[in-house]
C-alpha cells in the first residue's frame, strides 16, 4: 500500500517557469514533510521541509504548500532553472515512529533551456 | 553541513557472493541509521533501521538472513548482501541521524550500486 502517492512522475518545463509537484497522502499521524532532490547516482539531498502548524514554506526559489484538510502538499520551483533536472521525492514521516521516512514514488524534472 | 560516506560507490561480483557496504557518519555519532534499496527509476523502500549497539529492525518482506546489519560504533553501519543473486541488484542508500536528533536531522549518503552477474 502506497502511503504517499506523487504526481506527475514525469515533468518537463521552459527555463524560467514553474514546476509543480504534488504530494497525497492517507496516515493522519504523519506530522513531518520533507522534499528531496536526487541527482543520478547520488543519495537524496534534503531541499525543503514543513510540518502541519503552517500552511506554506518559502525557502529561494521553492515553496512547500500544505494542505492539512486535503492530506496534500505541494513542491513550487519558482523561475525553474536548467540545473534544477533531478528526481524529486516527497516524503512523510509520522510522530513518535523512530524518525522513519515514507517516500512517494518521484517525479522526473526536466527543465529546457 | 553534515556527511555521510558509503564505501565502495559500486560494486560488481559474482552470483554466490557477498558484498559489504559501509555506511559512516564523518562528522557526526549516529545513534540510528537507515538502509534504503532503490530500484531504477523507483522511489526509496526502507529495508531496515539499525541502532547502535542492538538489532536492526527489518521491514516486512526484508530477508534479515539476506541482509546483515551491523552498527557497531555510532559511526559505522553495514549492509552485507549474503549469497548474491542477479535480482539483488540495486542502488542501496544509508542515511544518518545524529543522536537524539529529530528526522530533520537525517543525512543520506551518496549510494552503493551494486550489480550481481
Known amino acids: 500500500q502506497q502511503q504517499v502517492k506523487q504526481s506527475p512522475q514525469s515533468l518537463i518545463v521552459q527555463k524560467g517557469g514553474i514546476s509543480i509537484i504534488n504530494c497525497a497522502y492517507e496516515?493522519?499521524?504523519?506530522?513531518?514533510f520533507p522534499w528531496y532532490q536526487q541527482f543520478p547516482g547520488k543519495g537524496p539531498a534534503l531541499l525543503i521541509a514543513?510540518?502541519?502548524?503552517?500552511s506554506e514554506k518559502k525557502e529561494g526559489r521553492f515553496t512547500i504548500s500544505f494542505n492539512k484538510s486535503a492530506k496534500q502538499f505541494s513542491l513550487h520551483i519558482m523561475d525553474s532553472q536548467p540545473g534544477d533536472s533531478a528526481t524529486y521525492f516527497c516524503?512523510?514521516?509520522?510522530?513518535?515512529?523512530?524518525?522513519?521516512?515514507?517516500f512517494g514514488g518521484g517525479t522526473r524534472l526536466m527543465v529546457k533551456p | 553541513g553534515a556527511v555521510v560516506s558509503q564505501h565502495p560507490s559500486r560494486v560488481i561480483c559474482k552470483s554466490g557472493t557477498s558484498v559489504k557496504i559501509e555506511c559512516r557518519s564523518l562528522?557526526?555519532?549516529?545513534?540510528?541509521m537507515f538502509w534504503y534499496r532503490q530500484f531504477p527509476k523507483k522511489s526509496l523502500m526502507l529495508m531496515a533501521t539499525?541502532?547502535?549497539?542492538?538489532?536492526?529492525?527489518?521491514e516486512q518482506g526484508v530477508e534479515k538472513d539476506k541482509f546483515l546489519i551491523n552498527h557497531a560504533s555510532l559511526t559505522l553501519s553495514t549492509l552485507t548482501v549474503t549469497s548474491a543473486h542477479p535480482e539483488d541488484s540495486s542502488f542501496y542508500i544509508c542515511?544518518?541521524?545524529?543522536?537524539?536528533?529529530?528526522?530533520?536531522?537525517?543525512?543520506f549518503g551518496p549510494g552503493t550500486r551494486l550489480l550481481v552477474l
Open positions: 516524503a512523510a514521516s509520522p510522530c513518535n515512529a523512530g524518525n522513519m521516512l515514507t
Open positions: 496516515n493522519t499521524a504523519f506530522d513531518y
Open positions: 539499525s541502532n547502535e549497539g542492538s538489532k536492526a529492525t527489518y
Open positions: 562528522d557526526f555519532q549516529a545513534t540510528t
Open positions: 514543513i510540518r502541519p502548524d503552517v
Open positions: 542515511s544518518a541521524q545524529p543522536g537524539l536528533a529529530g528526522v530533520e536531522t537525517q543525512y
